[in-house]
């Protein structure tokens, strides 16, 4: 089983539309989230980055954090065309400085 | 700016030849990483490292050599023992820490078998 896991999609939504994506993880020893977005044939960038249980807002994006579930989400607001990209999610424990990542969920805004 | 300048973008090896990434950062980051990002795999850690002079294999470091040298450079060489180098590797650094400091990535080096 794999530490992180990630719907791969593709998931296609209408200009406008709420987003959804979700992830998984299987090690209670995670502490710290994050989401990052990825353009074609561009590294990822930071989006989000939230530690423990609980809510992040910034702008049109909130990340949100179940920790008795072990269930991490990203919400996007009012989606547009230019959020089309790939969103990987990722974890890390609390100490030392290895990453977990999802293989990450592909997402088209339709304008 | 600060960032994480990987060069070049587009790389092509031949056969039995050795290929070097670059990787650059000026974030005065101590940890640096190379990952690998094949379609519907995600990312896989081949090398990091935490200090000058001292790095650790990932899950995928066969065929694959680092140095660290100086804290703002970590190249990777593509050995001609890795058989199926064609992929999309990139380079991240983070502040050191107990936890909870994020990876930046640079843009990637897309390498591919000529």
């Known amino acids: 089983q794999k530490e992180v896991e990630q719907d791969p999609g593709p998931l296609s939504v209408p200009e406008g539309a709420i987003v959804s994506l979700n992830c998984t993880y299987s090690?209670?020893?995670?502490?710290?989230f994050m989401w990052y977005r990825q353009y074609s044939r561009k590294g990822p960038e930071l989006l989000m980055y939230t530690y423990s249980s609980g809510n992040k807002e910034d702008g049109r994006f909130t990340a949100q954090v179940d920790k008795s579930s072990k269930y991490i989400s990203l919400f996007i607001r009012d989606s547009q065309p230019s959020d089309s990209a790939t969103y990987l999610c990722?974890?890390?424990?609390?100490?030392?400085?290895?990453?977990?990542f999802g293989t990450g969920t592909s997402l088209t805004v339709i304008p | 700016d600060g960032g994480i300048t990987q060069s070049p973008k587009y790389l092509f090896r031949k056969e039995g030849q050795n290929v070097t990434l670059s990787c650059e950062q000026n974030?005065?980051?101590?940890?640096m990483y190379w990952y690998r990002q094949d379609p519907g795999q995600g990312l896989r850690l081949i090398y990091y490292s935490q200090i000058v002079n001292d790095f650790q294999k990932g899950d995928i470091a066969e065929g694959y050599s680092v140095s660290r040298e100086k804290k703002e450079s970590f190249p990777l060489t593509v050995t001609s023992a890795q058989k199926n180098p064609t992929a999309f590797y990139l380079c991240a650094s983070s502040i050191l820490d107990r936890g909870g400091q994020p990876q930046h990535f640079g843009d990637g080096t897309r390498l591919s078998i000529l």
């Open positions: 974030l005065n980051h101590d940890a």
């Open positions: 090690n209670s020893a995670f502490q710290y």
């Open positions: 990722a974890s890390q424990k609390n100490t030392g400085n290895q990453f977990y």
